[in-house]
């Protein structure tokens, strides 16, 4: 991994300490990760950079603000995303930028495959279902999640103008492109458990998963 990386990886990260080493040992070659520090209140900036991440710290609150910085600090013409929780590969982000860099599409998400029972408790998905149905018949948009994996040109996504800096941030993304008329292509990606000694501030909880929908409802149009 070098500066001169082919697609800038960011990784939102809030008290995500015990996933990092085995999340960034498997970013693969040509990726560069982009460790953004949302308030952590453990050594989640320590380790990333003992383990050759660069490290954006982004004190205001919010998975949106996260996400900004780190495109903000991305260098490389394309940037990929992916919760810094352990539950999802690295290693598939690799067929999403060959999605992008050949033309088939401006935005290539992965659509998530749980590889147990309970990985993605029924509420999450409840309302990831209903988010999803709503885009998919008032905007036409095509997608089956929402997309926590993702890779798109850079200077694309900060066109979009995205405001939301909350939980909102995918779905008013997700609006964004399918105005602007994107191109999406969509595979499954495996779900897996999140690494021990995490804790998602969405799923882990009936009150997160209802305080994302609040988020997820403000941006809807």
């Known amino acids: 991994m070098t500066a001169a990386a082919t697609c800038d990886v960011v990784i939102p990260c809030r008290d995500e300490a015990p996933a990092l080493p085995d999340l960034l040992a498997r970013i693969p070659e040509g990726f560069h990760p982009i460790v953004v520090d949302n308030g952590s209140r453990d050594d989640t900036a320590a380790v990333a950079r003992r383990l050759g991440a660069t490290v954006v710290r982004e004190p205001r609150a919010g998975y949106g603000a996260a996400v900004h910085a780190g495109l903000e600090a991305a260098t490389a013409d394309f940037v990929a995303v992916i919760d810094g929780d352990g539950s999802m590969d690295p290693a598939e982000l690799v067929a999403l930028l060959g999605d992008v860099t050949s033309g088939r599409a401006d935005l290539a998400v992965g659509r998530r495959r749980p590889s147990a029972r309970g990985v993605w408790p029924w509420h999450a998905r409840a309302g990831n279902a209903a988010v999803l149905w709503w885009l998919r018949r008032r905007v036409g948009m095509p997608l089956y999640d929402i997309a926590p994996m993702r890779v798109a ?5 900060l066109g979009l103008g995205v405001e939301d800096r909350r939980f909102g941030y995918p779905v008013e993304l997700l609006q964004r492109a399918t105005a602007a008329e994107w191109r999406f292509v969509e595979r499954d990606v495996s779900y897996h458990p999140r690494a021990a000694g995490t804790r998602s501030k969405v799923s882990g ?6 305080r994302a929908a609040r988020d997820f409802a403000r941006v809807l149009r």
């Not at 040109?153 to 996504?157: D, I, K, T």
């Not at 909880?205 to 209802?210: K, P, R």
């Open 153 to 157: 040109r850079r200077e694309g996504l």
């Open 205 to 210: 909880s009936v009150i997160g998963t209802i």
